[in-house]
């Protein structure tokens, strides 16, 4: 007879997914240094050392989803894990785009007389911060509205009204992302000119990746809402979510003052 648990935590099963992960971590990064350093095959390595890591990726949060949902193991005790493992990367993510800003800021306030004491730098095209920069600000802030709204959907037990409001929040994302393409397109500088370029392309572009990732997330969340696997409850991977896009509608408001309007006018 099986002795009854008398304890609230999830002791996990063996799994061969994180031996599988670190070794197409290993293969990509190998791949990736073959293919900056013309060695025949590198290309193929990497090539497969991605599709490994991103099949990883699909089984194990599988794994985790059937745990949580099927298996009815992530209790109020587990869910603090996840819970304070995405608070501490969201503090690392604010952490990584500050060293940007920060760059950014310094070369404003204090230009150096090696790009003419003047800021912008004397010869470099800027973009009129009225234009697309202001037409694109109060979208992510406007989606974080939406997101908000879904999670209170999803606390009132309305789950369509779930799905409407994440699916509203994904479109003004997409929206936001196409209007930061046109806006490369047509930027009068490029990454390569001076140090204006550097900062302007490495703050403005690591945000726009981070807009893409919390997309996914949300798209994830949005089929899994649809599936009907989030309840008052245990919707732990919608917060996660929430709470990282609300970071980077938060977040665009620094740009926008400190590289594009700072800058521009």
């Given amino acids: 007879m099986m002795e009854s648990i008398r304890h609230s935590y999830h002791l996990v099963d063996p799994s061969p997914w994180p031996i599988s992960g670190s070794l197409g971590a290993l293969a990509t990064t190998v791949g990736g240094v073959m293919y900056m350093h013309p060695f025949q095959g590198g290309a193929t390595l990497l090539s497969l050392g991605l599709i490994f890591l991103l099949y990883t990726m699909f089984v194990w949060w599988r794994d985790v989803l059937r745990e949580s949902t099927l298996e009815g193991h992530h209790t109020k005790a587990v869910q603090l894990g996840p819970r304070y493992g995405s608070i501490l990367f969201i503090v ?36 009129d911060p009225r234009e697309i920069p202001f037409l694109n600000t109060p979208i992510l802030p406007s989606s974080g509205a939406a997101v908000t709204w879904a999670h209170h959907a999803i606390l009132a037990g309305k789950e369509k009204r779930a799905v409407y409001a994440l699916v509203a929040t994904v479109s003004l994302a997409l929206v936001f992302t196409g209007f930061q393409g046109m806006e490369y397109y047509q930027a009068p500088s490029t990454i390569s000119d001076s140090i204006y370029g550097s900062t302007f392309f490495l703050a403005t572009g690591f945000h726009g990746f981070h807009v893409i990732i919390g997309t996914l997330f949300l798209i994830i969340c949005c089929i899994r809402q649809y599936l009907g696997h989030l309840t008052k409850e245990h919707h732990v991977g919608f917060e996660a979510a929430a709470w990282y896009w609300h970071f980077v509608d938060v977040v665009r408001l620094f740009p926008f003052v400190s590289i594009y309007w700072w800058g521009g006018l």
């Fill in 92 to 127: 690392s993510e604010v952490m990584f785009l500050f060293a940007f800003f920060w760059a950014s800021s310094h070369s404003s306030l204090a230009p150096t007389v090696d790009i003419g004491g003047i800021w912008p730098p004397k010869g470099i095209g800027v973009l």
